[in-house]
């Protein structure tokens, strides 16, 4: 067994992105709280890249735009391997096409510029972020997939999901992925 799911047995809960009103529905508002409450949606335990990049196809199909996806993790723990998995099923991107965009900080995919891909990994402090027009993005139809989306801040006003990396062993990976609006 490959796979270890906390929610939704082996299957992405319910729809990520979009802002239904059934994805709100079910969730109870702390009374304050600063940061946003977190939904877990799934988990999953990876024992090779092949099995991330399944994961991210999987998920893919979730991600109903306007979406922001966070993805969190020490270099390495396997965001832009997800990445490939998620690009190859929303914008048929081979494989070998999918790079940290770390110069370019940003890159687009799909017919109508549907998908991007960002890398945060060079940015410092709120100055270098502004640069990057993601309030463009973001504002767009669209799914934004954000590398080291700890560098984002804690703007989550839109339908945002969040995915942690954990590089528990030389193959493993904890995925976790929870939804913040
Ligand atoms: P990041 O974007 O987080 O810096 P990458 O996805 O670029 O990480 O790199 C992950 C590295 O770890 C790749 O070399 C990949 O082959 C390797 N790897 C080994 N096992 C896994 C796994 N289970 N999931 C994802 N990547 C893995
Ligand atoms: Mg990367």
């Not at 409450?37 to 090779?48: D, E």
């Not at 099995?51 to 306007?66: D, H, I, M, S, Y």
């Not at 390495?76 to 490939?84: A, I, Y």
Request: net charge negative; aromatic share 4%; glycine share 8%.
């Amino acid at each position: 067994m490959t796979a270890l799911s906390l929610a939704g047995a082996g299957r992405v809960r319910g729809q990520l992105c979009s802002d239904s009103e059934s994805a709100h529905a079910k969730r109870v508002e702390p009374a304050r709280s600063i940061a946003p409450p977190a939904a877990l949606l799934a988990q999953r335990v990876t024992h090779s890249p092949e099995e991330t990049v399944n994961f991210g196809r999987e998920l893919a199909k979730e991600l109903q735009p306007p979406c922001m996806v966070l993805l969190e993790g020490e270099l390495g723990s396997g965001k832009t391997t997800l990445v490939k998995g998620i690009l190859a099923s929303l914008a048929s991107v081979p494989e070998d096409e999918v790079t940290s965009p770390s110069f370019t900080l940003v890159h687009e995919f799909g017919p109508e510029g549907r998908v991007y891909h960002v890398d945060l990994y060079r940015i410092e402090g709120e100055r270098d972020l502004a640069t990057l027009g993601l309030d463009d993005l973001l504002g767009r139809d669209a799914t934004v997939l954000i590398e080291w989306g700890e560098k984002f801040g804690e703007d989550v006003s839109r339908p945002c999901v969040r995915i942690r990396f954990e590089h528990l062993g030389r193959d493993e990976r904890r995925i976790t992925v929870e939804r913040l609006t």
